[in-house]
């Protein structure tokens, strides 16, 4: 797996053959002119782009950190939602459930992955895939933490962390 840079606002997280993904460092922005997008491309355009959220939202609890990329705010509809994980070492964490089914992609670390009691290891490049209906436990052993990218569709699991997790920021960038 590796990262490239595409401009200022997006790195390109490669997965394989699974294709590519673009996740925001910076907010989102959306275009504010017609529907069709028109000739938004071209060069001298003076197409008129509006940041399509207020910044990217940051939960967490200690150590943990839960950065939100891609919600209803940014999509413009609850279909899925997006999130980097960073669970430090030692990490315990409860069983719980999920109303969506949860995509995690490790990007580093070791995770001791536990759905329904069953353990499952997952190391850099791996998918772990949780339905509404499993019971999962994140567990990090030794002394280094777990970054990863979390899927939810649909969405609704931001709202359900917002309650749970007592401290929120909001990253923003001027453009």
Known sequence: MGYSKI????????LGSAGA???PTTPL?????????GDAGAAGSSVDYQHAGTGTRIFSAGELAIKILVE?????????????????????GSDHRHGAIEIF???EGVMNHVVN???HILEPGMIGIVRPADTVTHRIQGDQG???????????EVDRLRQAFPEEKVLTSEH
């Open 7 to 14: 401009g200022k606002a997006f790195r390109l997280l490669i």
């Open 21 to 23: 993904l673009l996740v």
């Open 29 to 37: 922005l959306a275009h504010a002119g017609s529907e069709t997008g």
């Open 72 to 92: 209803a705010s940014v999509l413009g509809s609850n279909e899925v939602e997006v999130a980097e994980i960073s669970f430090p070492a030692g990490y315990e």
């Open 105 to 107: 992609y490790i990007v």
């Open 117 to 119: 009691g069953e353990s």
């Open 146 to 156: 777990v970054k990863a990218v979390v899927i939810w569709a649909p969405g609704g």
